[in-house]
């Protein structure tokens, strides 16, 4: 079974400072992929970022990196000079290896609250 | 419109009622689902399509029935529901390999 682990259900960063949201999970998947997700207040899940498991760069989208650490199965994300707006909710999410159909399932962490200070 | 719509986005309904929430997206994805997000609880999938057909049932109770008449258009149809049963009900689309794009949600609340 699939397994994803978010340590910190809040953290208070200052406007403009970086910030580092942990997540760890389990899989005996070969082939699976990360992904995280940001829910603001009005309920809408906004995918930020990927990662397969097979990439060997960490990923990059603007602001957001993706700290893969495959032995520690640890898919970190770093939110650099945060901003006012990047107060929400962060899930950090899996899917494992494709279904016999095709469709994905996604397995969800518990999630962050991100709250950043003026 | 783009993206994945949802409506109602809010929904008080009795215990006795029988009303349906829909969901549409005009991403040309092959897959939807269907997630309950209660509060202090991981997002919990209930049902998966692909290609209109029904490959996962998350041990969902019966009052939950899905709908999927086009690759489009996803319905959950609710029935007799309980007060557990509130909550964040949110449908998304997607490609395989890929991000999920998920719709603004509907927050249901039963009396």
């Known amino acids: 079974a699939q397994k994803i682990t978010q340590t910190q259900p809040g953290m208070f960063v200052q406007e403009k400072e970086a910030v580092t949201l942990d997540c760890t999970y389990d899989?005996?998947?070969?082939?699976?992929?990360l992904f995280w997700y940001k829910q603001p207040s009005s309920g809408e899940m906004i995918f930020l970022i990927y990662?397969?498991?097979?990439?060997?760069q960490n990923a990059t989208e603007g602001r957001y990196s993706l700290n893969f650490q495959k032995a520690r199965k640890s898919a970190n994300l770093v939110i650099s000079a945060s901003q006012l707006g990047d107060s929400a909710m962060y899930f950090c999410?899996?899917?494992?290896?494709?279904?016999?159909?095709?469709?994905?399932?996604?397995?969800f962490g518990q999630g962050t609250r991100l709250t950043i200070n003026p | 419109e783009t993206g994945v719509t949802q409506t109602p986005r809010h929904l008080v309904m009795g215990m006795t009622n029988k009303k349906s929430l829909k969901c549409e997206q005009h991403?040309?994805?092959?897959?939807m689902y269907w997630y309950k997000q209660s509060a202090k609880k991981p997002l919990e999938l209930m049902f998966v399509?692909?290609?209109?057909?029904?490959?996962e049932n998350n041990s969902v109770p019966s009052r939950f029935s899905p709908e999927c008449p086009n690759s489009s258009h996803l319905f959950l149809h609710l029935h007799t529901l309980q007060p557990e049963d509130s909550a964040l009900y949110l449908c998304?689309?997607?490609?395989?390999?890929?991000?999920?794009?998920f719709g603004p949600g509907t927050r249901l609340t039963v009396l």
């Open positions: 899989t005996s998947d070969q082939s699976y992929g």
């Open positions: 990662q397969g498991s097979y990439d060997e």
């Open positions: 399509y692909n290609f209109k057909e029904q490959t």
């Open positions: 998304a689309s997607g490609e395989q390999g890929r991000e999920q794009f």
């Open positions: 999410a899996m899917r494992g290896r494709l279904g016999v159909q095709g469709a994905q399932k996604l397995v």
């Open positions: 991403l040309g994805h092959n897959a």
